[in-house]
C-alpha cells in the first residue's frame, strides 16, 4: 500500500470521505510538508503530513512530530480566536499527517505583498491576532506542558538562525550565543514559530495563521521578530515605503496586546532577535530567495550588523529602518 492510499484510508476512517475516488491534489509552497487539497461532500480540506526532511537544506532532520504541534497550536489558538486559524478536522494515523478545513477564495499575504498590494491595517490585525495567542498562553503551566519541543526549536530556529551565523562571524558570535541562550531559556508564552506572510492568508475577517510546525512554549518576542524581520527585508526588496508602515502598524498593534510582562523588555528582546534574524536572511543557512541583489544584501547586512552591536527595542528599530543605503 502506498503512503498516498493510506492517507484515503485514514480520510475515510474519519469519516470526512466516502467509498468513491478521492484526488489528492498538491497545494504548492510546502518545503517541509506534502500538503493536499481535497474534495469531501463537507467542502474542500487540506490534508498535510510532515516530511522526516525539509526539501531546503538536507541537514535540517526534524522530527515528523512536528505534524502533532501544529495541530495543537491550530487548535489553541481556534480556541483564543476561531477566526485567527484554520479548523483541524481530523488526525490521520500515518505519519502525523492532519486535515484541516480548506479556506476558499483566501491569497496568501506574501503573494499580496509580492504584488504591491500592502494593506497596513491588516499588519496591524496580523500583529493583534500574534498578541492575542500569546497573551492568552502566557505563563500558563497547561500549554507549557503541552508543548515541549525545545528540541525542535533549536533544531529549526536557533541552530540555523542564531548559531549559524555565530559559528561563521567571530565579531559577533558572543552576542548571537548569548540571544540564541535567551531565547532558549525564556518561557512565558505560546510561540508560533514560523509567523511569516507566506504563512498567513489573507481572509475576509483578517489574518489565517498556518504551519505552526515550530510551536513551542517560549519567549513571544520570537514571532514578533520573525514576522517584523519579513516585512523590513521585502522594504529592501521592494523600496516600497508601505512595507516600513506596515511593520510599524504590526508592532504598534503587538505592543497594545502585551498584558503579561513589562511592554519595553519584550519590545527590546524583539529588537535584539529582529538584528540577528535579518543578518541570518543574507548570511545564514535559510537566506531569502528574492534578495540577491549586493545592493540589496548590503543594505541588510549594514544595518543588521550594526543593530546586533547597539540593539534598538523594535518600535524603534521599524521606525528607523532604511529600505536603502543611498
Ligand atoms: N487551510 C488552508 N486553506 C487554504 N489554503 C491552505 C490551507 N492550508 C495550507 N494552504 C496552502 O498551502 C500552502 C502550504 O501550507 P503550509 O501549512 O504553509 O505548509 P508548509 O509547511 O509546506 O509550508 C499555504 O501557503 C497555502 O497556500
Ligand atoms: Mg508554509
Not at 505534524?67 to 497550536?73: A, D, F, L, N, T
Not at 548569548?178 to 475577517?205: M, W, Y
Not at 541570518?280 to 544584501?297: F, N, Q
Amino acid at each position: 500500500m502506498t503512503v498516498d492510499a493510506d492517507i484515503i484510508d485514514g480520510l475515510r476512517d474519519a469519516g470526512l470521505v466516502g467509498e468513491g475516488d478521492v484526488v489528492l491534489e498538491p497545494l504548492t509552497g510546502g518545503v517541509s510538508c506534502d500538503v493536499w487539497k481535497v474534495e469531501t461532500p463537507g467542502g474542500p480540506i487540506v490534508v498535510k503530513r510532515p516530511l522526516p526532511q525539509l526539501r531546503v537544506a538536507a541537514e535540517w532532520l526534524a522530527p515528523v512530530e512536528r505534524g502533532q504541534s501544529e495541530v495543537r497550536w491550530l487548535r489553541r489558538a481556534r480556541g483564543v480566536d476561531a477566526s485567527i486559524a484554520p479548523e483541524v478536522l481530523a488526525e490521520l494515523p500515518t505519519g502525523h499527517a492532519f486535515a484541516m478545513r480548506f479556506l476558499p477564495g483566501c491569497p496568501v499575504w506574501k503573494d499580496e505583498l509580492m504584488a504591491g498590494r500592502i494593506d497596513v491595517p491588516f499588519a496591524a490585525q496580523v500583529g493583534q491576532g500574534i498578541a492575542a495567542v500569546h497573551a492568552a498562553t502566557a505563563h500558563n503551566d497547561d500549554d507549557r506542558a503541552a508543548f515541549p519541543n525545545d528540541a525542535m526549536f533549536r533544531a529549526l530556529r536557533v541552530d540555523p538562525f542564531l548559531l549559524y551565523v555565530a559559528q561563521h562571524d567571530a565579531e559577533l558570535a558572543p552576542v548571537l550565543t548569548a540571544l540564541a541562550g535567551d531565547l532558549t531559556a525564556r518561557k512565558i508564552a505560546l510561540v508560533h514559530g514560523d509567523v511569516s506572510p507566506k504563512n498567513i492568508l489573507v481572509s475576509a475577517e483578517g489574518p489565517v495563521f498556518l504551519d505552526a510546525e515550530c510551536a513551542t512554549y517560549g519567549d513571544p518576542a520570537f514571532d514578533l521578530a520573525f514576522c517584523t524581520t519579513h516585512l523590513l527585508l521585502k522594504a529592501v526588496w521592494l523600496g516600497d515605503a508601505r512595507l516600513n508602515e506596515a511593520a510599524v502598524a504590526l508592532v504598534t498593534a503587538y505592543r497594545a496586546g502585551i498584558d503579561w510582562e513589562d511592554a519595553d523588555a519584550l519590545l527590546l528582546r524583539a529588537g535584539e532577535l529582529t538584528a540577528a534574524l535579518l543578518l541570518a536572511r543574507v548570511e545564514g543557512k535559510s537566506p531569502a530567495p528574492y534578495l540577491t541583489d549586493s545592493v540589496h544584501k548590503r543594505a541588510v547586512r549594514d544595518q543588521a550588523r550594526a543593530l546586533i552591536l547597539a540593539p534598538q527595542p523594535i518600535d524603534a528599530l521599524v521606525a528607523n529602518w532604511k529600505r536603502n543605503l543611498a
